[in-house]
């Protein structure tokens, strides 16, 4: 029955974002009696724990419900959200601990959701929030600073050695072939950082524009947009200098391709007869590298046959789901999602799946006689 409530209350979810003509629908309609002991109690059922708790809170002395709400809260909301608060954020102090700080993050908004001091947890949070984005930051700005470096090594590369006329044309040839592919990696640099400060993402914009700088030293443009990056780059945020040495035991080890035999269309074609349309992702990309003829046509059809097969399980999840056979929607959101990671419906699918499923576990393992936490 627990179960039964949670996902009808998930399914609803949806209907707090619609409108009709530019008015949002009013859900309190469905829940007339939302203030009173069963409304508090559905929504306590259906894990809604702070809004459960701020229904009681806002009961009058003088109401009719008021002596059971605040009976129900005392007894049961109450200590089962200390329960789940001191169970989220043990979970967030371990993954902080650990240093997995995006796993750390979400754990203490999940902190966050079911506290009466949300102001820490958010400070919490955003600290964690910090620290993953310093990591991905100096790891992606060496990374790119490296990958540079050994570009632009070669810059003298086809100079004509002594012997050979300054204006050969072969070695000519072969610098402006060189000269075009670093402009077209500058543009492409400066193109993702303005893409990036769109998003709201300025430290990946600072690594592309000062990729751009790099190749383009005198790119009134790229200075320009170099400003605005720095206007918008959180303080806490720091840029290693780019002559700072890494130790050779701190760079990521970088593992060998291994030898291969050479892919061709028609095992391509077999792996998408055949279903295996993850394998036959990872074979066109190998077939394009070696310039293999056609491949954008079996990009196409691949393309098409990953789009209708993970709309199929995305369906089938959604059946599952309804059906309260979670474990079955969460395997197939996953199938969905390894196929088309940027569907972000499909993800948000398996994210409420997944809480869902994390939130029930924790309900259904407390009893009454557990021990309560003190307050936070």
């Not at 760079?251 to 269309?265: F, L, M, N, Y």
Request: one cysteine or more; charged letters at 30%; a positive charge.
């Amino acid at each position: 029955m627990l179960l039964r409530i949670l996902i009808a209350g998930l399914l609803l979810l949806p209907l707090a974002s619609c409108t009709t003509n530019g008015k949002s629908f009013d859900t309190s309609v469905s829940f007339p009696m939302i203030s009173s002991y069963a409304g508090i109690k559905r929504d306590f059922e259906a894990g809604r724990i702070m809004k459960a708790r701020a229904g009681v809170l806002e009961l009058k002395r003088g109401h009719r419900d008021y002596a059971a709400a605040y009976k129900l809260l005392k007894q049961k909301i109450e200590p089962a959200r200390r329960r789940i608060y001191v169970h989220y954020l043990r979970v967030a102090k371990a993954y902080e601990k650990q240093e997995v700080w995006y796993k750390a993050m979400e754990a203490y908004a999940d902190a966050k959701a079911v506290t009466i001091k949300p102001d820490l947890m958010e400070m919490k949070r955003a600290e964690m929030e910090l620290k993953m984005r310093q990591l991905r930051l100096d790891r992606l700005l060496a990374q790119r600073r490296s990958e540079d470096a050994v570009w632009m090594q070669h810059l003298t590369a086809y100079n004509p050695p002594k012997g050979v006329d300054p204006q050969d044309e072969a070695f000519l040839h072969q610098q402006k072939g060189f000269n075009d592919f670093l402009a077209e990696r500058a543009d492409t640099a400066f193109d993702e950082a303005k893409r990036y400060l769109r998003n709201k993402q300025p430290e990946i914009a600072y690594i592309e524009i000062e990729s751009h700088l790099r190749l383009q030293p005198d790119s009134e443009s790229g200075m320009k947009l170099l400003a605005e990056i720095r206007e918008q780059l959180p303080k806490e945020l720091e840029l290693s200098k780019l002559d700072s040495p890494k130790s050779k035991s701190s760079q990521p080890e970088i593992k060998g391709v291994s030898p291969h035999q050479p892919v061709t269309a028609e095992q391509i074609k077999e792996a998408i007869r055949k279903d295996r349309l993850l394998e036959a992702r990872q074979m066109l990309n190998s077939y394009r590298r070696s310039g293999g003829a056609g491949a954008s046509r079996l990009s196409a059809q691949l393309n098409k046959r990953i789009s209708t097969r993970a709309g199929n399980l995305f369906g089938s999840g959604s059946y599952a789901f309804r059906h309260e056979q979670l474990d079955e929607a969460i395997k197939y959101w996953s199938e969905a999602v390894a196929l088309m990671p940027g569907r972000s419906d499909y993800a948000d699918a398996l994210h409420r799946a997944r809480q869902l499923k994390e939130r029930l576990n924790l309900l259904r393992k407390q009893k009454d006689s557990d021990p309560v936490p003190e307050e936070e």
